[in-house]
């Protein structure tokens, strides 16, 4: 009889972890922390991507950026405010963590803080 209670607790979690939505990357500053492998290219902790919540992001991967983004298909488009166009394939994300590179690396990992701006006019960031 103490095995139903366990065997229902079991039960419930495999179906609440099963039912948990995947990570989206919006409403998150990611800041660089680190290059796992060949290092890809010369960023630092200054570094960060913003990406909110309504498509807009604001970025320094070494040139100050800003414009919309989507994200599909474990790929990060970016559509400039000068409509250049670039991408950024992911490897893994999470709700703290965003690896950046090719499935088997290297890698460009960044650590993620959520954010919620009253307005754009209080965002540092952008």
């Not at 796992?36 to 960060?48: K, M, Q, R, Y």
Request: with cysteine.
């Amino acid at each position: 009889m103490r095995c139903a209670p366990l065997c229902l607790l079991l039960i419930g979690l495999c179906f609440i972890n099963g039912c948990t939505a995947p990570a989206e990357p919006g409403g998150k500053i990611w800041f660089f922390t680190h290059s796992t492998g060949e290092v890809i290219d010369s960023l630092n902790p200054a570094h960060f991507i913003d990406l909110e919540k309504d498509g807009s992001y604001s970025a320094d991967l070494g040139e100050y950026d800003h414009g919309k983004w989507v994200y599909s298909n474990n790929q990060l488009l970016f559509i400039s405010h000068r409509q250049k166009k670039w991408t950024m394939p992911v490897a893994y994300l999470s709700a703290k963590e965003l690896q950046a590179g090719p499935p088997k690396g290297p890698f460009n990992n960044f650590e993620g803080q959520a954010v919620a701006f009253a307005n754009a006019a209080d965002n540092p960031f952008a």
